[in-house]
């Protein structure tokens, strides 16, 4: 086969550039990544050949060496792992095939032009450490030979957008990196150098780490899985390496979570909760990253079943003492110990959150976490029936009272006299609620309303439906009593429009809108505003429909709404004046459908007759200045 030239993924070449060109502090961590990749591939191996012996047998004692030629000024991290064919070459080291990418380069874009930390870190995020070996080298040759297969293969480039791809015979099982080092980074050349490097960032590592070939090769990291020490032998910064191994991160943990269960079955982990949300958070398929062990041994990274969903933000690994050694992944979905190992993981890490939320005095911390992975977190109060009062209990919101995060049991304490029900109000962003219309009263009475823009949100309240005896109440249904509530000072009276007049003006509405609205009525949540279209009690929360709209999930019309009108306002008043025993003019109606446009503009809505929208408004405008 002749020597193929491909291009990068688009995506690919934008992180090689900002590679090549960034001046990182840290330039080391490429070793780091490398290393971490080589010790995956001999993990993965080791697993294969629990059922395929034949794959390892010609050489079984599995390890990682670096090698370098100072007089050709080349850097070699090589392992004798599972290897790659020619597909895996262009999967795996040509494009990024991974949820997420959208959002990673929209983060790239904005990233602060010329912060080369910042953009490499959002390349560890991403979990793409290979590319940082472009930090060292300006040409990466990569030589390779899966198991289990005779052919070898070379995939070589320079990083400026496409690379090569050859076959190559002789080569052993594994994989070779070569690193043609950049002129300035001799350091990588040197044994001391790179044997402080491991032992900083790899020395968990449960693969030995060797320099050189052959009987002079030397040992340069302990080798020893790190989570099967005791607490006490271990350092803060060697649970932080080891967080950036085992989830591929540059970032710090939040969390550290590292315990043995015994009893009827044992099992120890070694879990991290994130500092920064990963970019594959929302990937349809919801997988987590936590790699389960069964006696040290590696078996997989997505063991259906071992974490809940809504907790899959979690890093780290589980390691079982019970599990069969040679298990499949197709029967580890069905094993009733994993059930247990899940229950059991799901118990301690919503303890040790409950423990942090807790904590009045770092409250900022807790804020910080729920802010990067409460919209997951909630996905549980719909799944997990079990730790629903748990998780309830962790739930922080923005409110119409300020800028802090509120939690349930601080709301409900906060409620007005006369208040029953816990209000709400769904919508894209926080701003754009807190303009809204449906809020004027219960701002008026100083009523403290969730503000809800996580789409889950629609899902769990109607799920759990009350909290603490007080139910969840959207404030655009049409029963929002606030006449009941007693606000926080004696409410200035306002002068109405006279109730004979609101009453015609309410007839014509309804006459002339009968079409378009299930009713028309006076107002209680109104102050400012004229108008505001809410959903009448039975009828669906007007933020849910719309994000079924959206995505093509409702089945027939849109549910019509009610028009509120505010007796109070100025224009409201002017009409009623209008409508005072008389019939429907043609000035009447148009008024009519401008309010009604009015309220589907504030809400978001498209008008269903732009064109007539635009005519009414400028036949007002036009009345207006004659």
């Known amino acids: 086969m002749t020597e193929e030239r491909l291009s990068f993924q688009a995506e690919v070449s934008r992180l090689l550039d900002i590679v090549a060109h960034s001046l990182y502090s840290e330039k080391e961590v490429f070793l780091r990544e490398l290393v971490s990749n080589a010790s995956d591939a001999c993990d993965r191996l080791r697993y294969a050949a629990l059922t395929q012996p034949e794959l390892s047998a010609d050489d079984p004692n599995l390890k990682v060496r670096l090698l370098v030629d ?44 010329g912060d080369g930390k910042k953009d490499v870190n959002l390349i560890g995020q991403f979990g793409v ?39 190559t015979d002789g080569l052993p099982r594994g994989t070779k990196i070569v690193l043609h080092l950049r002129t300035g980074d001799d350091e990588y050349l040197d044994e001391a150098r790179l044997g402080g490097i491991v032992r900083k960032y790899s020395d968990h590592i449960a693969i030995p780490i060797l320099f050189g070939e052959g009987d002079d090769a030397k040992a340069l990291n302990s080798a020893s ?12 910064d060697q649970y932080k390496e080891f967080y950036h191994h085992v989830g591929h991160a540059f970032d710090d943990p939040w969390l ?23 970019f594959d958070l929302f990937d349809p398929k919801r997988a987590h990253r936590v790699k389960l062990y069964v ?50 993981i799901t118990r301690r890490v919503l303890s040790e959150l409950s423990k942090k939320a807790k904590d009045s005095e770092n409250a900022a911390e807790y804020d910080s976490f729920w802010e990067n992975f409460g919209a997951v977190l909630k996905e549980g109060l719909y799944e997990d029936y079990e730790h629903r009062d748990e998780l309830l209990k962790l739930l922080r919101f923005r409110t119409t009272a300020g800028e802090d995060l509120v939690s349930l049991e601080q709301y409900v304490a906060r409620m007005k006299e006369g208040q029953d029900a816990i209000y709400t109000i769904s919508g894209d962003d926080i701003d754009t609620l807190l303009r ?51 606000g926080e000072e004696a409410e200035k009276p306002e002068e109405k429009a006279p109730e004979g007049e609101l ?61 509120e009108i505010n007796p109070s306002h100025a224009l409201i008043k002017r009409l009623a004046e209008r409508a005072k025993g008389s019939g429907a003019t043609d000035a009447l109606e148009d008024a009519a459908w401008l309010l009604l446009d009015q309220a589907r503009i504030v809400e978001g809505e498209a008008l269903p007759d732009p064109a007539a929208f635009a005519r009414r408004l400028a036949n007002a405008m036009e009345k207006g200045l004659a």
Request: hydrophobic share 40%; proline share 4%.
């Open 256 to 278: 550290t979570l590292h315990w043995r269960a015994e009893g009827a079955l044992e099992y120890t982990n070694l879990l991290y909760v994130p500092s920064t949300k990963p």
């Open 436 to 486: 809204s219309p449906q809020l004027e009263g219960f701002k008026a009475k100083g009523v403290e309303v969730l503000l809800l823009t996580d789409p889950v949100d629609e899902f769990w309240m109607p799920s759990v439906g009350v909290y603490d005896g007080k139910p969840f109440k959207s404030v655009t249904r049409g029963g929002a009593d606030l006449g009941k509530i007693k």
């Open 70 to 113: 100072k007089d050709a000024r080349t850097l070699t991290v090589a392992d004798n792992g599972i290897g790659m064919n020619r597909e895996d070459l262009v999967e795996n080291l040509g494009t990024i095939a991974r949820s997420g990418t959208a959002a990673f380069m929209k983060s790239l874009e904005t990233a602060e032009k």
């Open 295 to 344: 006696k040290r041994v590696f078996i997989t990274d997505a063991a259906e079943g071992l974490i809940p969903p809504y907790l899959r933000f979690l890093r780290g690994v589980v390691d079982s003492e019970d599990l069969p050694l040679n298990i499949s992944r197709e029967m580890l979905q069905h094993n009733p110990m994993l059930a247990k190992i899940k229950a059991g």
């Open 129 to 167: 450490g290979f590319y940082s070996a472009f930090m060292a080298a300006d040409k990466v040759t990569v030589l390779t030979r899966k198991a289990g297969e005779n052919q070898g293969w070379r995939w070589e480039s320079d990083g400026k957008g496409e690379f090569t791809i050859a076959e």
């Open 503 to 563: 009453t015609d003006l309410l007839a014509l509405l309804k006459l002339t809108l009968s079409d378009a609205v299930k009713d028309v009525r006076k107002s209680e949540r109104l102050t400012d505003s004229a108008v505001c279209l809410v959903a009448d009690d039975n009828d669906m929360d007007m933020h849910l429909e719309r994000l079924l709209k959206q995505h093509k999930q409702l089945n027939g019309e849109v549910g019509k709404r009610i028009l």
């Open 225 to 236: 899985a790190l989570w099967t020490r005791s607490k006490s032998e271990i350092t803060a």
